[in-house]
């Protein structure tokens, strides 16, 4: 059993609590497994991991409401209640849609070729999803594990990635490998922003229910019941790949992703992505897809860009 202390700051205590703490009470009633407790301008939260988030959630919420309305109704906490626990993702969301966003946003497949990803990735435990940046095989490949994770499908979520530097060297940073590499790791934290409130993602890698992590981190471990994700899989090692992927253990999902045609390992060293592709292209149950610049998500010029590079290093 753990604790979690939420602090009302700039909210009436009568309006907010209700008379008699009635508000929180009916809150208390609809997780008797937990304990919920005012005391002052704080309230106190004790009970397991999934309540404690679902209860932080739902306060959270009443909290933007009172600031938006002036008070809380008993009725507003049973609504919030009945919300949190229709959190529970559909397979068969309407026109590719993968999850809701943090603000309440669709977070979906755009082109074919993620909804490829996304198909693929419901028919196998292990897929590669190769292509250029800006394509959405790591944005939709987080949402995938973010669903995953909220129909508890997995208990955890692990995305990691190489420590090769893009033509800038790690050794001079400060911090050790973790801090190193967590600005790497930017564009996942931002992806996950996106899709979980502030509160709740936070609190899930103060618990390690998502890790973020160099892939030096994987080493020696069996990743059970999780949704594990290797970002910018072309600047692996083929020891490293074959490190990881033999990490996978008991009711996991893994996707791989990576550009082939951006990598920063040195001349002479081969990459693990390239020669995992060439190894296992014909080994069942693993997915293959590949995106191109068709996929481009983003600004209109970055396909163009794309398109032209390719032609220049194809010889054309």
Known sequence: MIEKTITLENVSLLDFLGIENKNINELASAFPKSRIVSRGNEILVKGETPEILQITDILNALIDHFHQYGRITEENVRGYVSQERQEFVSDDLPDGIIIYGTKGSPIKA??????????????????????????????????????ALKNKVVKKIIITRPAV???????????????????????????????????????????????????????????NNAFILLDEAQN??????????????????????????????????????????????????????????????????????????????GGG
């Open 236 to 313: 692996t090692t083929p020891m490293q790949m074959k490190m990881f992927l033999t990490r996978m253990g008991p009711d996991s999902k893994m996707i791989v992703t990576g550009d082939t045609s951006q990598i920063d390992l040195p001349h002479n060293q081969k990459s693990g992505l390239k020669e995992a592709v060439r190894i296992l292209n014909q080994t069942k149950g693993i997915g293959f897809v590949e995106l191109n610049e068709r996929d481009v998500v983003r600004h209109k010029l970055v396909r163009d860009i794309i398109a032209a590079y390719g032609k220049t290093e």
């Open 165 to 223: 530097e893009a033509g800038e060297n790690l050794g001079f940073l400060p911090g050790d490998l973790k801090e190193k590499i967590d600005p790497y790791l930017r564009p996942i934290y931002d992806a996950l922003h996106d899709m979980l409130p502030h509160e709740k993602l936070k609190f899930y890698m103060e618990r390690e229910v998502i890790e973020i992590a160099p892939l030096a981190y994987m080493r020696g471990r069996t990743l």
């Open 110 to 147: 755009k082109t074919v070729n993620q909804q490829r990803l996304v198909q693929s990735v419901k028919e196998n435990d292990l897929v590669f999803a190769l292509g250029p940046a800006g394509t959405g095989k790591t944005f939709v490949s987080v949402a995938l594990a973010v669903r």
